[in-house]
């Protein structure tokens, strides 16, 4: 279990992390979501002790990281696959982890095992590909056998494989009943591996809830229509006990898959229609909307710009 | 967090990576080798010299000349033992595993000092005995007053200037520059505020120029440092406990 209680971090005038309030609970995966430099690298180096929060508290099991007892044995974290010396190879660097809080050389060789990584273990750590680097940080994270596990990014740059083994195994890990917090930039990574999500924006929380709710509340499916007798269709679509949106644009949405009905109740009153198609709104469309206002940096792509180039162009 | 878990976890660290062992074996070679080179063009020398430079040759010290280079290895041993941490980015790796940092600094440090300490007595004692044998009759021996105390105290100066270095090193974080600035400063600077007669007084209270007067059995007739060979060596002590504070306090102020 990690509890965060206003936890904030400043940078000068920078604020990066604003007053978060969540908790990270155990057996199953918690998202940690949010677009680039949302503040979640900054979080997570805060609940490791690495970074001091300016304000507000972090508390792994109920104490601060820095009073726990053999820290790798309570938390395993992978924040940043390159953070080895390159010169040493991967045995040496999970031995100097494990002798460092008092863990038995023969878990050096379990986790190497589990992450596939024995027969290069003699091999030193700047020879590796990406992929293996993630997983000698892995191997790192799991030496401990630690009840809370955390991942900042773990699927970057990795292969289909690769990715396809670190979400059965942060599934795997927290079906053992242990903590599991990743972060993604994601929304279609998470929706795959996380029971919980956590949504961040600016540093600010912009969501806490279950993935199966976000789904519920955003992953609507709906009828769009468009035509040109429009009181008509209303009226018959009233009768007929459907409820319809009128959107802005001049067209109806209609929740639920009732293309169907639709298309044969306007055959019946013979009026036209220009469209009848059903659509889905995407979880990547959800999570855009939520965080929309909160991404720091835009590409510019709106109008008003484009025309002021234009104007440039041709003055 | 038991220390000696930490100890053994930083034996681990710097058993494990290549730069230990070459730059620790080229202090070793350089400081030999040059002492051997400079106690030979002494003795040939020694027959041209004036009677007052006659007076103050010590041959003990001229052993160890080598060490004016040999220290410049020492410190980037130092130097990489605490900055790999950063340039790797290793540190947070490592302040994860151990979040006292203070105990993870220290650790680190007495493993990379002892280390340190013992290479540098071998060589101190092995630089004394081959710089002896070319100097030939003009040679001291390890039973002459003062001679015992400069052979074991060279090889406390080759420490303290490591362990200067690692506190050097984790306040300023970057391999680069760190050995910008402690290179030409023990390399130069140190010398030539020495030689200066201005800043003579100012000469004598640096690291290196205190702290090699143990290594003297002969004072220079002209000589008027306001210090023994121990008083040296304690103004060494004073820098180096300096550096070690301050990289202590910057390391737990600092984020990693």
């Known amino acids: ?315 | 967090m038991a220390a000696t878990q930490v100890i053994r976890s930083e034996w681990t660290k710097i058993r494990s990576v290549a730069s230990t062992v070459w730059t620790l074996s080229l202090a070793v070679v350089v400081t030999i080798a040059l002492g051997m080179l400079i106690s030979a063009l002494s003795k040939s020398e020694f027959d041209n010299m004036s009677r007052t430079e006659r007076l103050s040759f010590d041959p003990t010290f001229i052993s160890f000349a080598g060490m004016s280079l040999g220290q410049l290895a020492m410190i980037v041993f130092g130097v990489l033992v605490v900055s790999n941490e950063y340039s790797t980015g290793m540190i947070r790796t490592s302040l994860a595993a151990v979040p006292q940092r203070g105990t993870f600094l220290f650790s680190k440090i007495a493993v990379a000092a002892g280390l340190a300490l013992v290479v540098s007595m071998a060589t101190s004692f092995v630089t004394f005995f081959l710089g002896q044998a070319m100097l030939g009759s003009h040679k001291a021996s390890l039973g002459d007053t003062g001679v015992l105390r400069a052979v074991i105290g060279g090889g406390l100066y080759m420490t303290l200037i490591a362990v200067f270095s690692m506190g050097m090193a984790a306040m300023l974080r970057s391999p680069m520059l760190s050995l910008g600035i402690l290179m030409p400063f023990f390399f130069l600077i140190s010398n030539i505020l020495g030689n200066v007669d201005a800043t003579k007084k100012i000469g004598w209270y640096l690291p290196d120029q205190a702290g090699s007067k143990i290594m003297q059995v002969v004072t220079p007739i002209d000589d008027d440092t306001p210090y023994g060979p121990w008083g040296g060596l304690a103004i060494m002590v004073v820098w180096v406990v300096a550096a070690l504070a301050g990289g202590c306090l910057l390391l737990k102020k600092r984020d990693a």
């Open chain 1, 1 to 315: 279990m990690i509890e965060l209680e206003g936890l904030t971090k400043r940078y000068g005038e920078k604020v990066a992390v604003d007053n978060l309030t969540f908790t990270v609970r155990p057996g199953i995966v918690t998202g940690f979501l949010g677009p680039n430099g949302a503040g979640k690298s900054t979080t997570m180096r805060m609940m490791l002790g690495l970074d001091r929060p300016t304000a507000g508290d972090v508390r792994i099991d109920g104490q601060h990281y820095d009073r726990l007892k053999d820290p790798l044995k309570y938390i395993g974290a992978l924040l940043d696959a390159k953070a080895v010396h390159g010169g040493r190879s991967a045995f040496n660097h999970l031995l100097c982890l494990a002798q460092s809080n008092g863990i038995p050389r023969s878990r050096v060789h379990e986790v190497l095992d589990t992450v596939g990584l024995t027969a290069v273990a003699k091999k030193k750590a700047k020879g590796f590909s990406l992929g293996m680097g993630q997983r000698l940080g892995i191997a790192g994270a799991l030496l401990g056998d630690p009840r809370i596990l955390m991942f900042d990014e773990p699927v970057n740059g990795l292969d289909p494989e690769g990715i396809h083994w670190i979400r059965n195994l942060m599934k795997s890990l927290a079906a053992q009943g242990r903590t599991v917090f990743v972060s993604s930039h994601l929304m279609s990574e998470m929706a795959l591996t996380a029971d919980h999500l956590v949504v961040i924006g600016q540093g600010r929380l912009l969501a806490d809830t279950s993935m199966a709710d976000f789904i519920a509340r955003n992953s609507r499916s709906y009828v769009r229509i468009r035509t040109p007798q429009r009181e008509r269709l209303l009226d018959v679509l009233h009768a007929a006990g459907i409820t319809v949106v009128e959107t802005g644009n001049g067209t109806l949405e209609v929740d639920g898959d009732k293309s169907e009905a639709i298309g044969e109740l306007a055959a019946q009153h013979q009026i036209v229609l220009h469209e009848l198609s059903p659509q889905q709104a995407s979880l990547e469309e959800a999570f855009m909307q939520l965080t929309a206002e909160s991404v720091e940096y835009h590409a510019h792509t709106d109008p008003a710009a484009q025309q002021w180039g234009d104007s440039w162009r041709r003055g």
